[in-house]
């Protein structure tokens, strides 16, 4: 890993001075960015931890009916405090790779990173959540713009997730074992009056809503409902883990699941 | 350079650290505290798991500079105040949850986080803890066993030696 300098600001406004300058990158849990780091795929110049900013940490609900979530909130903490508010996504936080894992990694890292098979993306898009940042509030819809992909500029942190609170939710993961990420995971939402069905892990562009199965659910929310659709393999991901096909019946097949689990 | 200042094991250390200067390194080589090991420096398999304050974390994967004022707990510091085994170590032994014991520090801080949330885990939520430690040698039977021993069940029941 190439040197560089850390900074461990305490406010939003300081890290997002510190991160001004050209080379400078955030860092969350650094459960990505350190491996990638040592593989010398990034080489910032300066580091600047967002985990000791306690205006990005903690877990809260709000008078609209969302979760709100401090950009820096590990994992672990998330499994625990939204445990009775959003069992849904305390279920999918507290499945994220391992406890070691969970105990450093921040949902502002995952949802920044948006790697492909990634579980937060799939929440994230699958409640139409807002993505605060320092400078604006982006729809999730707007959000995510393909593998590895975000609205994100250069030097804007990601300091709140708001989550609107479902009335059941449930998060499907096929877990790819070696990886301890989803191979294809399927996170749906039953609010009043729609059904939002968001998929990881499986498209070539990153996490995706399934408006086929959307529509479905929001006539009839019962697994039966989605018997009938079917994913179109096109432009799925391919790999030595799972073929293309294989991937598109996971997306049935999780959506099926988590329609039966949601609570 | 920046100067660190921790408590490792119940002892203040301080010790002057670059930015990329991993937990783990620091732990090793300036402290000397080589029982964190390294398996794959790419946080995959737990060998080099410690607790920052009581949390278990991979300390390949934790820059030393993050831990500036935390409370750290390793290997060296699982045993009792006399020097013999603490508990979960004495159960591996016991019940032979290792053979080259290259995993063993990593497993034994995972089981101890364990312990501390969850004094009486099935078996079930133990092999599903140890998701993140991966042993070469084992199988696990016995890891698992050692721990629901150090927990204080009865592991007569569970088959494999
Ligand atoms: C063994 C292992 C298993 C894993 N399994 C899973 C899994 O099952 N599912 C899953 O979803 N993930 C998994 N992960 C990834 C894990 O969840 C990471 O924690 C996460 O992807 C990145 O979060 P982080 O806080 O560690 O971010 P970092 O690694 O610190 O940063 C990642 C990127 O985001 C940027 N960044 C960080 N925080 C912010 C912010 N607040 N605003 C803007 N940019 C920011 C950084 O600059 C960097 O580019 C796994 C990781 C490992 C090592
Ligand atoms: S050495 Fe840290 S996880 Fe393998
Ligand atoms: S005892 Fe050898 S790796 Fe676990």
Redesign the interface.
């Known amino acids: 890993?190439?040197?560089?300098?850390?900074a461990?600001p305490a406010t939003i406004a300081d890290a997002v001075a510190a991160l001004q300058g050209d080379e400078a990158q955030p860092?969350g849990g650094?459960?990505t960015l350190?491996?990638t780091?040592?593989q010398r795929l990034a080489a910032p110049e300066v580091?600047v931890?967002l985990?000791h900013i306690p205006d990005m940490q903690g877990v809260c609900t709000n008078d609209a009916g969302q979760l709100c979530i401090g950009g820096a909130t590990t994992h672990?903490t998330v499994a625990r405090e939204a445990a009775s508010s959003f069992p849904g996504l305390a279920h999918l936080a507290a499945h994220i790779?391992?406890?070691?894992?969970r105990?450093?990694g921040t949902i502002g890292g995952s949802l920044a990173n948006n790697d492909p098979s990634a579980c937060y993306p799939a929440a994230a898009l699958g409640t139409g959540a807002t993505i605060c940042t320092n400078l604006r509030e982006i729809t999730a819809d707007d959000y995510f713009q393909g593998m590895f992909d975000t609205a994100l500029d250069e030097g804007e942190i990601i300091t709140e997730v708001r989550l609107p609170i479902p009335q059941a939710a449930h998060y499907e993961k096929f877990v790819q074992p070696a990886s301890?990420f989803a191979l294809t995971g399927v996170f749906v939402a039953k609010y009043q009056d729609h059904v939002r069905v968001a998929v990881t892990g499986a498209s070539e562009n990153g996490v995706f809503r399934w408006a086929d199965a959307e529509a479905a659910l929001s006539q009839s929310f019962a697994s039966d409902a989605v018997a009938d659709l079917s994913v179109d393999p096109d432009h799925m991901i391919h790999d030595l883990h799972a073929s293309k096909e294989y991937r598109a019946n996971l997306v049935k097949v999780g959506t099926m699941r988590s329609v039966k689990k949601a609570k | 350079m920046?100067s660190i200042s921790l408590s490792v094991n119940g002892k203040s250390v301080s010790g002057d650290v670059?930015?990329?200067t991993?937990l783990s390194a620091f732990l090793r080589e300036n402290l000397q505290l080589t029982g964190t090991h390294i398996g794959c420096?790419?946080?995959q398999c737990?060998a080099c798991?410690v607790h920052v304050d009581g949390?278990?974390?991979?300390a390949c994967?934790?820059?030393a500079?993050?831990a500036?004022g935390a409370d750290v707990r390793t290997i060296e510091g699982m045993e009792n105040a006399d020097g013999s085994l603490g508990v979960i170590q004495q159960a591996f032994q016991d019940h032979h949850g290792l053979q080259c014991g290259f995993c063993t520090p990593g497993m034994v801080m995972?089981a101890a986080?364990?312990l501390k949330d969850n004094p009486n885990p099935t078996e079930g939520e133990i092999r599903e803890?140890l998701?993140?430690?991966l042993c070469r040698c084992t199988g696990y039977h016995n890891i698992v066993k050692a721990i629901m021993a150090a927990s204080g069940q009865d592991v007569s029941k569970i088959a494999a030696e």
């Open positions: 890993m190439h040197n560089f300098d850390f461990k860092l650094g459960q350190i491996p780091m040592k580091l931890s985990t672990a790779g391992d406890p070691a894992v105990n450093r301890r | 920046t670059e930015g990329r991993l420096d790419t946080s737990g798991v949390q278990a974390i991979k994967t934790m820059l500079a993050e500036d995972s986080a364990l803890y998701e993140g430690n």
